[in-house]
């Protein structure tokens, strides 16, 4: 049931919502740069020199963030488990008075589910500041390299205050990205526990 529900609804978010908004911020991010490079290929590569440091800030967090969505997509199973196996006896509950049980059950079940979605809302929280912060550190960078080619006439101040702001404008795309990021590893999770049972092999099968 959870396969079903939970897992595939996980698969489904990542395959329509993700995707759509992974390639128009990764356009907007894309065009970004080329722009910069347009303007000053110096002051790009600066730029660029950052997008390493990004991407493995962002390897870091996505291999903690796919761990716990499984954690997460299996105490969701355990849930909806619980739950099915008590609604659909709950004639039997009721007739040996285990009502407190099965609602203690629940709610130990309920606080596990809690427990790993909380680990999940601090990993991609610090993912997005963490990302954040080092295009700051690259803004801070681009200010300092740029006003010195503007001191020395290999700038103007106008190609450095757009070029400033192309470099601003990427922030949002990066920041929607790593958000982006760590839904799509959840995702995966989701996706290895369905191939899981997809690929499992017949343990009775035909002759024929």
Known sequence: MSYITNDVAAIQSALVDQLIELVTEGSTLIGSIVLMVYLDWKLSLLTIVVIPLV???MKIFGRKIKRNGTVIQERMADITSLLQESISSVRVVKSFVREKYEMDR???QNTLNFQAAMKNV???S??????EFLAAVSVTFIVWFGGYEVVNDEMTAGALVAFLTYAINLANPVKRLSRVYGNL???????DRVFAV???????????
């Open 122 to 124: 601090q990993l991609t």
């Open 198 to 208: 997809i690929d499992l092999k017949e343990t009775i099968t035909d002759k024929g």
């Open 106 to 108: 629940f709610s130990k």
């Open 126 to 131: 610090l993912l997005t500041p963490s990302v």
């Open 185 to 191: 590893q959840r995702a995966m999770a989701a996706v």
């Open 55 to 57: 991407g493995q800030a």
